[in-house]
């Protein structure tokens, strides 16, 4: 299983960033796949998560109206569009691959709901 997470970088405050995240080695399609951040000497955040494009979509309060998340099934692939960031985006960002567990559509939020994980990448914003 690999998670390879791109697209981080240095952006002016207000300024704009599109991170992707490229899965292989499990069926993508059954997975919900997440966005999570983490800043040293704080846990890891829940940022946002999907399942379908048409539904089954969360967000943190956060980055609620500024960030979008995606998903690409044909190719698997997972993206966050970043808007508007600020000082506090900055963090290493990381995807993640959670299993679908029942029936009905649940997005978790919880960083030990996700069983994979990608290696981060860095967004750093400044003033």
């Known amino acids: 299983v690999q998670l390879q997470a791109s697209g981080g970088g240095s952006v002016q405050a207000g300024g704009s960033l599109r991170l992707s995240c490229a899965a292989s080695g499990f069926i993508f399609g059954s997975y919900y796949m997440g966005w999570f951040r983490q800043v040293p000497g704080k846990e890891r955040e829940f940022v946002a998560a999907?399942?379908?494009?048409?539904?089954?979509?969360k967000y943190s309060d956060s980055v609620q109206g500024r960030f979008a998340i995606s998903r690409d099934n044909a190719k698997n692939a997972v993206y966050l569009q970043m808007n508007s960031l600020n000082v506090e985006d900055t963090a290493v960002y990381y995807c993640?691959?959670?299993?679908?567990?029942?029936?009905?559509?649940?997005?978790?939020?919880?960083?030990?709901?996700?069983?994979?994980w990608g290696q981060g990448t860095q967004v750093t914003v400044s003033s």
């Open positions: 999907i399942f379908g494009n048409d539904g089954g979509i």
């Open positions: 993640a691959a959670a299993p679908r567990r029942s029936v009905v559509i649940v997005i978790p939020t919880r960083h030990n709901e996700y069983m994979y």
